[in-house]
């Protein structure tokens, strides 16, 4: 243990220089843009159609992910559908077991964190979501809504915006 915490330092400083990417396009940035802003307004649409609130934070990571990184593996559709829908899972059993303390949400995020991964799909908005349920004391309906809902919507202006135009496939894969 000593051995470790002495080779924190080190380890910390990283591998050094800038990872490799892709040239910057700005054809790709502006589709970014109005990708993201489309799929955040088609969730405003939906929530004054219904009359109840869809949107949550999260989505905005999930927006970022989808239109800015659509061939990262986290915005695939198992990884956006799977992680925010286990994380809700995870806000929903954790408020019936233990209230909504710090500890509570805090052990949300962790178990989200781990089925994620166990599962395979890591989504890592799904952290806001099983610690915003948590926070918000919810109960077993905020799987279906705001989070299935909301995630539906944004994989479908995924779908259409991402291949809409020549320069982006989305998905890469579904399962």
Not at 18 to 28: A, D, E, G, I, N
Not at 53 to 61: D, E, K, Q, V
Not at 146 to 161: E, H, K, Q, R, S
């Amino acid at each position: 243990m000593k051995r470790r915490i002495v080779q924190l330092p080190r380890k910390m400083r990283g591998r050094g220089g800038r990872p490799s990417s892709p040239p910057l396009s700005l054809k790709y940035a502006i589709w970014g843009v109005l990708s993201s802003t489309v799929g955040i307004l088609a969730i405003f649409a939906a929530t004054r159609m219904a009359g109840h609130p869809y949107l949550i934070g999260s989505f905005g990571a999930s927006a970022v992910l989808l239109f800015g990184a659509p061939d990262a593996t986290f915005a695939q559709p198992r990884n956006l559908i799977g992680g925010q829908l286990l994380s809700a899972a995870v806000a929903v059993v954790v408020v019936a077991c233990g209230g909504s303390g710090p500890v509570a949400i805090a052990l949300a995020v962790g178990l989200a964190n781990l089925l994620m991964y166990v599962t395979r799909t890591v989504h890592p908005p799904g952290g806001a979501i099983a610690l915003l349920g948590v926070q918000g004391h919810v109960g077993a309906s905020y799987l279906i809504d705001p989070i299935l809902v909301g995630v539906l919507i944004l994989l479908t202006v995924a779908l259409f915006t991402n291949n809409i135009v020549h320069h982006r496939q989305y998905p890469k894969y579904w399962w």
